[in-house]
């Protein structure tokens, strides 16, 4: 079957780092993505990866093992609006998107 | 960057009545369009891929007879739930297929349909 997990909710303190973890088994694999969603918007795009090892984009960074069916996101320098869901999803071998449940993230002052 | 839109991006209806949700490429030819549901802190799920000028496929589940869809367009889809009930309430999100390097899905900004 098709699985992503990644952690529920997770809290941070502005100006920290924080790493979302995901692991996943799907069938076949196109990539990896990460989004991010503020609550009653959709979701949008961060970081795409389909190679092992990472990927820096500013304050985000995305990390990708495929062979352990494992993605981090990094977070730097965090900010009161980084505060939402970060969803990671997978790209299958029908190019269809399988969706993690998501992880909140809180940021505290 | 690529654009997509929603229309309208939140509606209340009455049980039983019909709702039409547009979704529109704005700035690039979409042949793939994506209808997702996400309900309150759930992920979103995959109703059905929309493709121009053919029959949509749907997600195992979901009925597609009551969630019609057309792709008569390379930048319009709708996606029209007919005969709503209140279940059907949810935040209804298209996506429609951008750049093939990036295998990159842009998402609209989504419609939140309530139905009384």
């Known amino acids: 079957g098709q699985n992503i997990d990644q952690p529920t909710e997770m809290t941070a303190t502005e100006g920290a780092i924080v790493q979302i973890n995901c692991t996943y088994q799907?069938?076949?694999?196109?990539?990896l993505f990460w989004y991010q969603q503020h609550a009653g918007e959709a979701p949008t795009f961060l970081s795409y990866?389909?190679l092992d090892g990472l990927e820096e984009k500013g304050r985000f960074s995305s990390f990708l093992s495929r062979s352990k069916g494992y993605s981090y996101l990094l977070l730097k320098e965090l900010q009161m609006k980084d505060s939402a869901s970060y969803l990671c999803?997978?790209?299958?071998?029908?190019?269809?998107?399988?969706w993690g449940a998501g992880t909140k993230l809180i940021i505290k002052p | 960057g690529a654009v997509v839109s929603q229309h309208p991006s939140w509606v209340i209806c009455k049980s039983g009545t019909s709702v039409k949700i547009e979704c529109r490429s704005l700035?690039?030819?979409?042949?793939?369009m994506f209808w997702y549901r996400q309900f309150p802190k759930q992920s979103l799920m995959l109703m059905a891929t929309?493709?121009?000028?053919?029959?949509?496929?749907?997600e195992q589940g979901v009925e597609k007879d009551k969630f019609l869809i057309n792709h008569a367009s390379l930048t319009l889809s709708t996606l029209t739930v007919t005969s709503a009930h209140p279940e059907d309430s949810s935040f209804y999100i298209c996506?429609?297929?951008?750049?093939?390097?990036?295998?990159?899905?842009?998402f609209g900004p989504g419609t939140r349909l309530t139905v009384t």
């Open positions: 996506s429609a297929e951008g750049k093939r390097e990036l295998n990159e899905q842009y």
């Open positions: 700035d690039f030819q979409a042949t793939t």
């Open positions: 929309s493709n121009e000028g053919s029959k949509a496929t749907y």
């Open positions: 799907t069938s076949g694999f196109n990539g």
């Open positions: 990866n389909v």
């Open positions: 999803a997978t790209m299958d071998s029908n190019y269809q998107l399988i």
